[in-house]
Nanobody, 122 residues
Framework: QVQLAESGGGLVQAGGSLRLACAASGRTLSTYNVGWFRQAPGKEREFIGVINWSGSTTSYGGSVKDRFSIDRDNVKNTVYLQMNSLQPEDTAVYYC???????????????WGQGTQVTVSS
């Protein structure tokens, strides 16, 4: 069983950047595809992007494309979400999730982290 833990969230001004990390324990993350999602208060969970097990393929949701990017370091058992040009509407709890398919919806992912808060001030 793989356990996931996000880190790197915090408060940032509009236009700033953050780099979130999703660290795995209990089992290697290198056999999983890893997705990033976010959820703002009162809103549904939103797909941000996904990276395949090797890091050779990524796919992003429309609202963050060209601003966010995902990469991974399988030696460190960690996946990263680089967020640039952050805006107040990016404020949310950010989650990483591991699964056996590259899905753009939440249900196919069997393993989730606890989330990390990102707050963007105007």
């Amino acid at each position: 069983q793989v356990q996931l833990a996000e880190s790197g969230g915090g408060l940032v001004q509009a236009g700033g950047s953050l780099r979130l990390a999703c660290a795995a324990s209990g089992r290697t993350l290198s056999t999983y595809n890893v997705g990033w999602f976010r959820q703002a208060p009162g809103k549904e969970r939103e797909f941000i992007g996904v990276i395949n097990w090797s890091g050779s393929t990524t796919s992003y949701g429309g609202s963050v494309k060209d601003r966010f990017s995902i990469d991974r370091d399988n030696v460190k058992n960690t996946v990263y979400l680089q967020m640039n040009s952050l805006q107040p509407e990016d404020t949310a709890v950010y989650y990483c999730a591991a699964g056996v398919v590259m899905a753009t919806t939440a249900p196919p992912y069997g393993h989730w982290g606890q989330g990390t808060q990102v707050t963007v001030s105007s």
